[in-house]
C-alpha cells in the first residue's frame, strides 16, 4: 500500500524557518518525482517544488525561489523542503506527491494531476 506521510508543520512567525518531511512506502519502485504542493483556504492547489530521482533536477515556483530548498534522502525514501523566510502568504496546507513515471521540467509548472499519490497534508501557519 502507497503512503505518504508529511511532518514538521506547525506555527512560524514570520522571518522564521520550518522543514518538512515527507516519508514514503509501499511503493514497487522509487518514485521518480515526488513534489510539495499547498493549498490556501479559497485558493486552488499549486505546484511549490518538485525533485526528480533519475537526475536530480529541480522545480521551484518563483514564490518560494530562493527561501525554499527542496532535498531528497533516496536511503530513507524521504523528501525534506526547508522553508526559510517565511511569509504570511505561505500559510497554507502542504501536501507531499509522488509519482512513479512523472519526471518535473526545472521551468514547471508542476501540476496535480500528474501525480498519482499523495500525503494527507500537513499545515503551515506564519504569523506573528
Known amino acids: 500500500q502507497v503512503q505518504l506521510v508529511e511532518s514538521g508543520g506547525g506555527l512560524v512567525q514570520p522571518g522564521g524557518s520550518l522543514r518538512l518531511s515527507c516519508a514514503a512506502s509501499?511503493?514497487?519502485?522509487?518514485?521518480?518525482?515526488i513534489g510539495w504542493f499547498r493549498q490556501a483556504p479559497g485558493k486552488e492547489r499549486e505546484g511549490v517544488s518538485c525533485?526528480?530521482?533519475?537526475?536530480?533536477?529541480?522545480y521551484y515556483a518563483d514564490s518560494v525561489n530562493g527561501r525554499f530548498t527542496i532535498t531528497r534522502d533516496n536511503a530513507k525514501k524521504t523528501v525534506y523542503l526547508q522553508m526559510d523566510s517565511l511569509k504570511p502568504e505561505d500559510t497554507a496546507v502542504y501536501y507531499c506527491?509522488?509519482?512513479?513515471?512523472?519526471?518535473?521540467?526545472?521551468?514547471?509548472?508542476?501540476?496535480?494531476?500528474?501525480?498519482?499519490?499523495w500525503g494527507q497534508g500537513t499545515q503551515v501557519t506564519v504569523s506573528s
Open positions: 509501499g511503493f514497487a519502485f522509487d518514485p521518480n518525482a
Open positions: 525533485i526528480n530521482r533519475s537526475d536530480g533536477s529541480i
Open positions: 506527491a509522488a509519482d512513479a513515471d512523472y519526471y518535473c521540467d526545472a521551468h514547471g509548472p508542476v501540476l496535480p494531476r500528474d501525480f498519482a499519490s
